[in-house]
């Protein structure tokens, strides 16, 4: 995909923020990249996290575990559905996508605060979160108890 957008690995390392050796060894197959890491470069490459994932629906960052569920595509946007598990206390801090993409959550239990880093949303069961996710964003589970939701990410087409 890099090469295919004329961008040196130097440069993707650069823009994802990201070493150089790291996207050396994930284009190779010989690291195994956290879910930070995946979004950093998937934002810099202007996909959607889907495409790099390969058959493994289960996603792991420092604090999110996801199942992708379906992936729905049309001529301007492509859409992820997740199931998140975010362990209670715990906290994740994930990059900016590409411009205009824009996340969904819904939460079934547990305390979510999420959203841009500088303005996060607090919801609780039965209660649902949106932003744009083109900034960087957080997700914590506040209180005692794991929080179990869905999320639905929405990528425009560049």
């Excluded at 005692?144 to 990410?153: E, F, K, M, P, T």
Aim: glycine share 10%; net charge negative; no cysteine.
């Amino acid at each position: 995909m890099r090469e295919e957008r004329s961008i040196s690995l130097s440069e993707l390392a650069r823009r994802a923020g990201v070493g150089k050796a790291t996207l050396s060894g994930l284009e190779n197959g010989t690291r195994n990249p956290t879910l930070e890491t995946l979004w950093a470069v998937t934002a810099q490459l202007g996909v959607p996290l889907a495409l790099v994932l390969g058959t493994d629906p289960v996603i792991r960052g420092t604090a999110v575990e996801g199942v992708l569920l379906q992936i729905f595509e049309d001529e301007a946007v492509t859409y992820e559905l997740y199931r998140l598990v975010i362990p209670a206390g715990a906290t994740q801090v994930s990059p900016a996508h590409h411009e205009g993409v824009t996340e969904h959550i819904t939460v079934f239990a547990g305390t979510l605060v999420a959203g841009p880093r500088d303005a996060p949303l607090r919801a609780g069961p039965g209660e649902h979160l949106t932003w744009r996710s083109d900034v960087p964003h957080t997700y914590s589970a506040i209180g005692d108890q794991d929080v179990h939701a869905s999320l639905l990410i929405r990528y425009p087409h560049r």
